[in-house]
C-alpha cells in the first residue's frame, strides 16, 4: 500500500491511498468515527444553579464540548485497574466552573472551564455554555472521561471522515471540439481553457460526478471520467481532541487488535 499526505494542517488530513480496496478503507472509516476514544465530560455535580437553563441542559452543552485529549495518560474506565464506578486519577479528570455575573447579562464560555489536568482543556475558549443575568450564578464540578462514539457522539474525535475514489479523466485532444461546456459545468472547477485546449486543473478535485460528460456535445461524449478501482482520497477532519493523523494511527492500531483477536477465536473455535 501506499500513502501519500496531500494536505495536512492543525485539523485536517488529506491522504491519497494506493494498492488499497474498498473493505479497508470503510473499516477505518467506522473505526475513525466510532472507536477511536477521546476525552469528553460525563459526569456534572451541580453545586449552585440559578440560571434559568435546566441542570440537565448544562450538563449536555458541557458534554458536548470537545476536550483535548491525552490517549497516552489515561485509561479507558472499563480497562482501568481501578475498576471503580466513580473512577481514578488514571480514568477520570476534574474540571471545575465558578461563574456569576454580578452585573448586566453575560455569557459563560468553555474557556472558564478549570481543568485539573491543564493538557485535557477545552480546544476552544469559546464554546458557549450559558448566559448569566444579573445576580445568578454557576457552580459545578465537571468529571471527564475517555469514550468511544458508539456510545456518545460526544466521544467522537471527527467531524468528518470520508473517502472517495480517485478519479480519472481522459480529455482526448483530437476529438474534443472545446466548446467550453465541461469547463463552464463542473462545480468543482476541475478543468481550464489552456490556449483553447481543455485542459485539467485539478484531477483530485473530481467527485465523479459525471455532469461534464453529460454536458460533452458529441456523441458519445469524448471526455472520459472513471475511477481507479484500488486507489482512494480519505479526507479526516478531527474536531481538535486528537492531532488527524493520530486518529487514522489509533484506528489502524484498534483494526490490527481486532483482527487478532479474530484469529484467535478462530483458533480456539477449530481446536
Ligand atoms: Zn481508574
Known amino acids: 500500500m501506499k500513502i501519500e499526505v496531500l494536505e495536512k494542517d492543525e485539523t485536517n488530513i488529506r491522504l491519497a491511498i494506493k494498492d488499497a480496496d474498498v473493505p479497508l478503507m470503510n473499516a477505518l472509516r467506522r473505526i475513525a468515527l466510532a472507536e477511536v476514544p477521546s476525552m469528553a465530560i460525563d459526569e456534572v455535580v451541580m453545586i449552585e444553579n440559578s440560571s434559568i437553563l435546566q441542570d440537565e441542559m448544562i450538563a449536555h452543552r458541557l458534554g458536548l464540548t470537545p476536550l483535548k485529549?491525552?490517549?497516552?495518560?489515561y485509561n479507558l474506565p472499563g480497562e482501568c485497574e481501578c475498576q471503580s464506578e466513580f473512577g481514578c486519577n488514571l480514568c477520570r479528570v476534574t474540571l471545575t466552573l465558578d461563574a456569576e455575573s454580578n452585573e448586566g447579562t453575560r455569557p459563560v464560555y468553555?474557556?472558564?472551564?478549570?481543568?485539573?489536568?491543564?493538557?485535557?482543556s477545552p480546544v476552544s475558549d469559546k464554546v458557549p455554555i450559558l448566559k448569566l443575568a444579573k445576580g445568578q450564578k454557576l457552580k459545578l464540578e465537571a468529571y471527564a472521561r475517555l469514550g468511544t462514539g458508539k456510545n456518545h457522539a460526544k466521544w467522537q474525535p471527527v467531524s468528518l471522515c470520508a473517502y472517495k475514489y480517485y478519479p480519472k479523466i481522459e480529455v482526448p485532444?483530437?476529438?474534443?471540439?472545446?466548446?467550453?461546456?465541461?469547463?463552464?459545468?463542473?462545480?468543482?472547477?476541475?478543468?481550464?481553457?489552456?490556449?483553447?485546449?481543455?485542459?485539467?486543473?485539478?484531477?483530485?478535485?473530481?467527485?465523479?460526478?459525471?455532469?461534464?460528460?453529460?454536458?460533452?456535445?458529441?456523441?458519445?461524449?469524448?471526455?472520459?471520467?472513471?475511477?481507479?478501482?484500488n486507489a482512494f482520497i480519505?479526507?479526516?477532519?478531527?474536531?481538535?481532541?486528537?492531532?488527524?493523523?493520530?486518529?487514522?494511527?489509533?484506528?489502524?492500531?484498534?483494526?490490527?487488535?481486532?483482527?487478532?483477536?479474530f484469529e484467535q477465536q478462530v483458533k480456539v473455535e477449530a481446536k
Open 110 to 120: 468553555s474557556g472558564e472551564l478549570v481543568s485539573e489536568n491543564p493538557n485535557i
Open 69 to 73: 485529549t491525552d490517549l497516552d495518560g
Open 234 to 261: 480519505m479526507n479526516i477532519e478531527s474536531t481538535g481532541v486528537l492531532p488527524p493523523e493520530r486518529i487514522i494511527q489509533e484506528a489502524t492500531k484498534i483494526l490490527d487488535k481486532q483482527l487478532k483477536e
Open 173 to 229: 485532444i483530437k476529438e474534443c471540439k472545446e466548446c467550453t461546456k465541461c469547463v463552464d459545468i463542473c462545480p468543482k472547477k476541475v478543468y481550464t481553457m489552456k490556449e483553447n485546449k481543455v485542459e485539467i486543473r485539478d484531477l483530485l478535485a473530481c467527485n465523479l460526478c459525471m455532469d461534464c460528460v453529460e454536458a460533452c456535445p458529441e456523441k458519445p461524449p469524448v471526455i472520459k471520467v472513471e475511477w481507479e478501482k
